[in-house]
């Protein structure tokens, strides 16, 4: 029997850093393997792997369906935010993370004393500008309206995008870690705000241009084509989205078989197939 999407994920709508609520997806989807299957050496009863809802929602539920050929049985857990996954995989409720870029995953573990790490590559999603107003960077007017993330290194990002514009300048050295206070020069006298990441593309109707993470362009129904018009570079650090675990099971066998698991073929096809383009395999 072939079960929805919807079917196969749990939603984590999390109200507090290191809190959420976990409901079980379909018990059919959770059950162990046959007895004819080998189980994944070291693997927990279920593997549990955060994402965010959208595109990495949708491809680590692809995956779900390779692991278990490997004898690993995968939870997908879908969180509304950037900090909460990184959290819960600290404090070990998650064995694995797929949503975030590398700088993010340094970025927190800095400031939360944290030591995940990245075990593999997912997938490479550039950020845009996105409007309904504009539809180049020529025709931004003085004191138009951006937003950019909230969170520190997607903010940081979003203000790297707006400089390679050519709209702004900041801080020499700053990179991903500059904020509002670094910049240096706005001729056009930008008026720039921070939003949570979730919250942008529902916010541009009311706004000139947002700089949006492709994961939350896709799961809101913008289009890169016909919303977007400036991105980052598709080898831009930023753009490469990392599959990651903790310090202490970077090496375990089932950390191993999900992420054979996601770099499958079958994955490959699915990603290309689905997203054309907008999100690519990263191996």
Not at 64 to 74: E, M, N, R, Y
Not at 114 to 124: N, Q
Request: charged share 25%; with cysteine.
């Amino acid at each position: 029997m072939e079960y929805s999407i919807m079917e196969r994920r749990t939603l984590v709508r999390a109200f507090a850093l290191g809190a959420f609520t976990l409901t079980s997806v379909p018990a059919m989807m959770l059950a162990g393997c046959s007895k004819s299957e080998p189980a994944a050496t070291d693997a927990p009863a279920v593997f549990r792997v955060g994402v965010t809802a959208g595109p990495h929602a949708d491809i680590v539920t692809e995956a779900v369906k390779v692991a278990k050929t490997k004898g690993l049985t995968v939870e997908v857990v879908e969180f509304t935010d950037y900090i909460t996954p990184d959290t819960a995989l600290n404090d070990k409720k998650l064995d694995a993370a797929v949503y975030q870029h590398e700088p993010f995953l340094n970025a927190f573990n800095r400031e939360q004393g944290t030591k995940l790490v990245k075990v593999a590559d997912a997938v490479v999603q550039p950020m845009g500008f996105y409007s309904k107003k504009y539809k180049s960077v020529e025709d931004i007017p003085e004191g138009a309206t951006f937003a950019i993330p909230n969170d520190p290194s997607n903010g940081g990002r979003g203000l790297l995008l707006i400089e390679a514009a050519g709209l702004i300048k900041l801080k020499a050295d700053r990179g991903a870690e500059a904020t509002l206070a670094d910049i240096v020069e706005n001729p056009k006298k930008l008026r720039i705000q921070e939003l949570e990441a979730a919250q942008l593309p529902r916010s541009i109707d009311d706004l000139d241009v947002a700089c949006v993470p492709m994961n939350y362009v896709i799961s809101s129904g913008l289009s890169p084509e016909k919303d977007g018009f400036f991105f980052e570079d598709r080898n831009a650090p930023y753009a490469l989205i990392i599959i990651a675990a903790r310090e202490d099971n970077k090496d375990a066998a089932a950390v191993k078989t999900f992420v054979e698991s996601y770099q499958s073929p079958d994955v490959r096809a699915f990603i290309e197939k689905t997203f054309q383009g907008q999100v690519r395999p990263a191996w």
